[in-house]
């Protein structure tokens, strides 16, 4: 009886670790979003921005590659990745791996030059900052950018990782208009009351994997912590007048699986909001 059941399951068993540490991880989605904003410039209308978030990375590996194939066909026309470049791991291990991350960074950083930006996760120290922008990629710690096409313009937000109270919203809103639209990158979604108070119109953060083991009825198991628990998971919420979008990240921390729960690349379309 042992036998026939150790048959039976065992192919199963090994078919679903292959499934959870092979396959979904490495089986990146495309998520679609169209977001809707008053007073945005027409030269904003249509444009695409691709969210990345939470790489994880340990080097430059096939998951970095695939990355870079999706979004040469994205062809999008801003990159804004939310934090957690690295995985605790790799601070760890002092340049040699970093310096393989870091050919990551510099193909993102010529392919999008002057059209990439980032802000800094819970796992990102100063030091990986510091490879980013010799990458390429800026980093906006507490400030924004002017994002301007023919003459028009948005504002781009950075906050550090509001995770470990490093971020200063009101700092890295100095100087900024009241009437261009606002859109705010964060790691995670403890930003977001503040981003209400100051009207934000859209805010991108991750921190959270989407939960990586999503079992129906049961829940998602594996997520960092966050103070809304899994209020802000993943996925698109409006919080009165601002757009909280929370991406499922890349990369995986724990554990090395995902379940019902694929990483993604966000592709949003900016539209102007007709009253």
Do not use: C
């Given at each position: 009886m042992n036998k026939i059941i150790l048959i039976i399951f065992l192919p199963l068993f090994l078919v679903f670790g292959y499934y959870i540490l092979f396959f979904e991880?490495?089986?990146?989605?495309?998520?679609?979003?169209?977001i809707a904003i008053e007073n945005l410039p027409q030269r904003?209308?249509?444009?695409?921005?691709?969210?990345?978030?939470?790489?994880?990375?340990?080097?430059?590996?096939?998951?970095?590659?695939?990355?870079l194939e999706?979004?040469?066909?994205?062809?999008?026309?801003?990159?804004?990745?939310?934090?957690?470049?690295v995985d605790p791991i790799t601070k760890a291990i002092?340049?040699?791996k970093?310096?393989?991350?870091?050919?990551?960074?510099?193909?993102?950083?010529?392919?999008?030059?002057?059209r990439i930006f980032g802000v800094l996760g819970n796992h990102d120290t100063k030091f990986v900052k510091n490879y980013l922008i010799e990458s390429g990629i800026t980093i906006l710690d507490n400030e924004n950018k002017k994002l301007i096409l023919n003459n028009e313009h948005?504002?781009?937000?950075?906050?550090?990782?509001?995770w470990t109270r490093?971020?200063?919203?009101?700092?890295?809103?100095?100087?900024?208009e009241n009437e261009p639209p606002k859109i705010l990158l964060a790691h995670a979604a403890e930003i977001i009351n503040e981003a209400v108070k100051e009207k934000i119109d859209?805010?991108?953060?991750?921190?959270?994997?989407?939960?990586?083991?999503n079992i129906p009825i049961v829940g998602r198991l594996i997520q960092p912590l966050s103070k809304y628990g899994r209020k802000y998971t993943s996925g698109l919420f409006r919080i009165e007048d601002t757009y909280l979008y929370v991406n499922r990240g890349i990369g995986t921390s724990i554990l090395p699986i995902r379940f019902n729960c694929p990483p993604e690349i966000t592709l949003i379309e900016l539209q102007k909001k007709i009253l």
């Open positions: 991880p490495n089986n990146i989605q495309i998520e679609k979003q169209v904003f209308d249509g444009v695409k921005i691709v969210q990345l978030s939470d790489f994880h990375s340990l080097w430059f590996g096939s998951r970095e590659k695939k990355v999706m979004l040469e066909k994205l062809n999008p026309d801003f990159v804004f990745i939310t934090g957690d470049f002092t340049d040699r970093l310096n393989s991350v870091k050919i990551f960074w510099q193909k993102l950083g010529e392919k999008y030059e002057n948005i504002y781009l937000v950075g906050v550090d990782d509001p490093r971020a200063n919203l009101s700092k890295a809103m100095v100087g900024i859209l805010v991108l953060v991750g921190h959270t994997h989407g939960g990586q083991v």
